[in-house]
């Protein structure tokens, strides 16, 4: 039995971590615009000053993401993009996640970065990011004032935003996360 579930949690572990069939570029730029839009459209509904922070800053990106734990062993991936306000250009971006703990169940978050000087927007998107071990803070609401209300700051310059199912997450994680560019879509 135990060896049962030991094989099916490695099948889903490489089922995440597998990248997927070639597809049409042009429809999955689009489809990751898309969801953008969506991601973007939720957040102003959780957090309305969000809107004016991104539009005022350098750039912005989105992911959406998706994880899976089954006892000691877990991971994610997800997709998104980046976005230089000022040229409007578009860079297509992935992510990928493990996980060690115990636990078990299925994830599905969404992460709003926001860049307030465009040397981190494009540090983010030319060299990419990677959090170590487990990255936790709690999201001030009441008493942080502006507008970044509902965010935590990630690095000079740089806030991040994570959308649950329930709306905008209290507490914020990222672990052993990488974030880099799509080779494939851009």
């Given amino acids: 039995m135990l ?3 030991a ?3 490695a099948l889903a572990l490489l089922a995440i971590a597998s990248p997927a069939p070639a597809a049409d570029v042009k429809g999955e730029q689009a489809e990751l615009r898309d969801r953008s839009k969506t991601i973007l459209a939720d957040l102003y509904k959780a957090q309305p000053g969000a809107k004016g922070a991104i539009q005022k800053a350098a750039g912005y990106a989105t992911f959406s993401n998706f994880g899976m734990k089954i006892f000691l062993a877990g ?6 993009i980046a976005v230089n306000n000022k040229s409007k250009h578009t860079t297509y971006m992935k992510m990928a996640e ?3 703990g115990l636990g078990f169940g299925i994830k599905k978050f969404s992460v709003i970065f926001v860049f307030d000087k465009k040397s981190a927007l494009d ?3 030319n060299s990419g990011w ?5 990255a936790t803070a709690a999201a001030k609401t009441g008493d942080q004032g502006g507008s970044y209300q509902g965010a935590i700051a990630v690095s000079d310059g740089v806030w991040m935003y994570q959308l649950t199912d329930a709306g905008l997450a209290a507490e914020l994680t990222l672990k052993s996360t990488k ?3 799509d080779k494939d879509l851009n």
């Fill in 3 to 5: 060896r049962n579930l």
């Fill in 123 to 125: 540090a983010f998107i």
């Fill in 7 to 9: 094989a099916i949690a």
């Fill in 130 to 134: 990677e959090f170590g071990g487990q």
């Fill in 75 to 80: 991971g994610g991936k997800g997709a998104g």
């Fill in 98 to 100: 493990i996980q060690a």
């Fill in 179 to 181: 974030f880099y560019k």
